[in-house]
Nanobody, 122 residues
Framework: QVQLVESGGGLVQAGGSLRLSCAAS????????MGWFRQAPGKEREFVAA????????YYADSVKGRFTISRDNAKNTVYLQMNSLKPEDTAVYYC???????????????WGQGTQVTVSS
């Protein structure tokens, strides 16, 4: 079965950086787009970034554009989220996600990791 395991969260001061990782297993990683989402306390889960299966196309929420970078290493079955210039409003649990269908970038994600907490202090 598909498994997604995030790591790299933590506590950082405003203006700092963190890099999240998501290790995938259970199927051919390089055939599937990947996404990052986040959920802050009391708020709905929201899209952060997505990357196509080969890594040539990336997509970002307006709130993180220019500050966050999604990337992937298909040889390591891992997707990353580099977060720079962090703000207190970036505080949330961050989840990586994968779709059921291969070779599509979609708004529908079917597999989710357990999440990793990112806390940005002011």
């Amino acid at each position: 079965q598909v498994q997604l395991v995030e790591s790299g969260g933590g506590l950082v001061q405003a203006g700092g950086s963190l890099r999240l990782s998501c290790a995938a297993s259970g199927r051919t990683f390089s055939n599937y787009a990947m996404g990052w989402f986040r959920q802050a306390p009391g708020k709905e889960r929201e899209f952060v970034a997505a990357i196509s299966w080969g890594g040539s196309s990336t997509y970002y929420a307006d709130s993180v554009k220019g500050r966050f970078t999604i990337s992937r290493d298909n040889a390591k079955n891992t997707v990353y989220l580099q977060m720079n210039s962090l703000k207190p409003e970036d505080t949330a649990v961050y989840y990586c996600a994968a779709p059921f269908k291969p070779f599509v970038v979609t708004k529908t994600y079917d597999y989710w990791g357990q999440g990793t907490q990112v806390t940005v202090s002011s």
